[in-house]
């Protein structure tokens, strides 16, 4: 991902966005907790990122997430590399 680039388009790009970038450990308790937000079209940080980023992003996003989730269930809950 470039630096002009903010948005993440891949998998790998989310990745390095959210524990480089960012600096947040994937860990199962965070995966988890947002899984649940985006997941849910009644919490207002849904709506603003829906509203932000549109649906057909939102759902890439909780595709990533989900990738996240199965690459953390066979760790135990140790964050991701």
Known sequence: MSEGNVIPRSY???KECIMVRCQ???TREFVTR???ELRN???LSTREFV???GQDYTDQV???FAAADAELAPRN???LN
């Open 12 to 14: 790998q790009e989310w």
């Open 77 to 79: 809950g140790t964050p």
């Open 34 to 36: 947002r899984l649940g």
């Open 51 to 53: 509203r932000k980023y």
């Open 62 to 64: 909780i595709g990533w």
């Open 24 to 26: 947040i450990n994937l």
């Open 41 to 43: 079209p009644n919490e």
